[in-house]
């Protein structure tokens, strides 16, 4: 699993996951994810190169998003693709974190 | 292509899932199953054994986990055994987060049994004398789904 990160305007903070968020993949996140959750106001998390999505990476998901969201920020996911996006969508956190398929609507949506 | 073995044992810890997952990508390619079968294989596989690893065994090593594999009927099966105190997957799954719109009320775990049923096309649990059978029916290709086991 490869992590990246871009800063765009608004104060967002655009991290690029490439490769399987399986429980070697979310490992391999988690600290990184902890600090930003404890440092962006705004995360937009960009799945668009997750080819795959377990439980262990869907914790990976909702741990960062909680912390954010307490520090009155939010967070958002771009282009998960479709089996991953059912995954979200199976364990509702797809209801609760908005899902965005096109950039310029999850940047709208994160100012 | 040779036919992947039968039976894979794993020792109870979370490395052993990559062992696994190479496993069961080689069953994947030998029945020729299409990229939607083979994410709910590999998703439904990951669930099954961390659950077995991580709550079944407390993650403490050095217990068995031993999966048999097999064809019938256009359905490609794995049965998970484990020595592990009961579990009932059967039981309800309370919501996660269902009914409210606030992110609090997310879990962030708990999810296993939750994507083991959306996407295994059958689960069967047993409770064996001495552990629990955990049995994953998936649907394979009608080229391939004559009653066999590799």
């Known amino acids: 699993m490869t992590f990246s990160t871009e800063s765009m305007n608004g104060d967002i903070t655009r991290v690029i996951l490439d490769g399987r968020l399986d429980i070697q993949g979310a490992a391999s996140i988690d600290l990184r994810m902890n600090v930003l959750a404890g440092s962006t106001r705004f995360l937009l998390l960009d799945l668009g190169s997750v080819s795959f999505l377990g439980s262990m ?7 960062p998003a909680q912390a954010i969201k307490r520090r009155g920020g939010k967070m958002a996911l771009l282009n998960p693709v479709p089996m991953v996006e059912e995954v979200l969508k199976a364990s509702n956190i797809g209801e609760i974190i908005p899902i965005f398929h096109d950039l ?3 940047v709208a949506a994160l100012r | 292509m040779d036919a992947p073995p039968s039976l894979l044992e794993l020792d109870s ?12 990508e080689e ?5 020729g ?3 939607e079968t083979r994410f709910a294989v590999q998703l439904c596989m990951e669930e099954a054994l961390a659950n077995v690893v991580l709550h079944g065994y407390r993650s403490e090593p050095g ?3 031993i999966i048999r594999t097999w064809v019938s009927d256009g359905t490609l099966y794995f049965a998970i055994d484990d020595k592990a105190p009961p579990f009932a997957p059967s039981e309800p799954v309370p919501p996660n987060g269902i009914g409210s719109a606030d992110l609090e009320s997310l879990t962030p ?9 959306r996407f295994a096309g059958s689960l069967v649990y047993e409770s ?6 955990l049995t994953l029916g998936f649907a394979v290709p009608s080229n391939k789904g004559a009653s066999v086991r590799p």
């Open chain 2, 13 to 24: 810890q979370l490395s052993e899932l990559m062992r696994a997952q190479t496993w069961i």
């Open chain 2, 109 to 117: 775990g708990g999810n296993g049994i939750r994507l083991l049923r």
């Open chain 1, 104 to 106: 310029d609507d999850a």
């Open chain 1, 57 to 63: 990476g869907l914790r990976s998901i909702v741990l």
């Open chain 2, 63 to 65: 217990h068995p986990v």
């Open chain 2, 128 to 133: 064996l004398s001495d552990g629990n059978r």
């Open chain 2, 27 to 31: 069953l994947s390619n030998f029945y």
């Open chain 2, 33 to 35: 199953l299409g990229d």
